[in-house]
């Protein structure tokens, strides 16, 4: 399949199988135990039908949101992913240069394979930072503090790691944490020869946010105690409202999925949170993101910018998100298949796609602006309608 025939989400996913090692692939591709939370993040779309409008006048078309202070020109943004350049030798510079091209944000995590000074020197463009609690406070402080300097926008914290998910595709490889191959997972490696050359033959592969504090002397191996020693599960609210106070600029939490942990967020300052459930990779059988988005949007809407992930696939997902009252929405293994599929082409064309998707789906539902998109435009199944809108139609 060539880049040209990749026409939607599971296109670019078709063409990343075929060229990363299994092992790679099933990082990207996998979820938690039976992966049921990430199939259900897509389906949950299905439940809700769109209601088009005719004869508006829908020649010109706007799709420019503002979020957490932040002017993009699409209300899709790139969510910070960990070890870009594991699934493609440009690893972070293809996705932040594509997102810099589409007017979006992008995200560079805290294990992130390029630095995020080099991000935030080379696009204008909005840049969040994409970072964990630890158990040193000194070490989170220097991470804020290495933000602030870079000129990072917004801060994002991640609230729903506090331990890895159990994800047995990676068990099954040996694509674990710590990384050690098993013997059907170097055979698998040892099928796409053409992976490994890019690999050796490019730069080191490095984690410069966290080499001063990790040794990173064995490779992508020596990442394993990060998550089991080096993170804090005993972080709370009270650490949280520290740090945004130190920050004291645009600080979103990442993995808010109820209403009281929403209210606490805007209570403790937080100007924004994203409703995900890491893309089904952390607890199976946890609700999703667009089941949650009225509920949470009618709760804290006012007073906090409001943006989810989880299952986007297509323009017409964005567009329902939008409609119940997110701000934005992010993608993540919307652009990993692409990247790994073809590098920066990938991700434009990936980008491109969704684009054109999100102009045409305005369009056809009769709205020129983000704005004009409301509850209006939907209708849940009656089995399926989210508890919020159940109340306020009774």
Partial sequence: MRLTNCHNFHDFRRLAKRRLPGPIFNYIDGGADDETTMRAN????????????VLRGVSDVDMSVTVMGQKL???????PTALQRLFHHQGERAVAAAAANHGTMFGVSSLGTVSLEEMRKAHQTPQCY???????????RAMMQRAKEAGVEVMMLTVDSITGGNRERDK???????FRLTLGGMMQFAMKPMWGINYVTHERFRLPQLEDHVNMGSGASSIGGYFTDMLDPSMTWDDVAAMVAEWDGQ??????????????????????IVLSNHGGRQLDGSRTPFDQLAEIVDAVGDRIDVMMDSGIQRGTH???????GA?????????????????????????????????RDMKLMGVTRIRDLGRHNLRFRPDVQPLAMRMAAE
Avoid: W
Wanted: glycine share 10%; aromatic share 10%; charged share 25%.
């Fill in 73 to 79: 020109d699409l209300p899709v943004y790139c969510s």
């Fill in 42 to 53: 897509a389906t949950a779309f299905d439940q809700c039908d769109l209601l088009p409008s």
């Fill in 318 to 324: 964005v567009l329902k998100a939008l409609s119940l």
């Fill in 130 to 140: 994409q970072f964990y609690f630890h158990r040193d406070r000194g070490l989170n």
């Fill in 172 to 178: 099954r490889t040996g694509f674990s944490i710590p």
């Fill in 251 to 272: 600080f979103c939490l990442k993995g808010i999925m109820t209403v009281e942990d929403a209210r606490r967020a805007a209570e403790i300052g937080c100007t924004g």
């Fill in 327 to 359: 701000k934005a929405v992010g993608i993540g293994r919307g652009y990993l298949y692409a990247l790994a599929a073809a590098g920066q082409p990938g991700v434009e064309r990936a980008l491109d796609l969704l684009r054109d998707e999100i102009e």
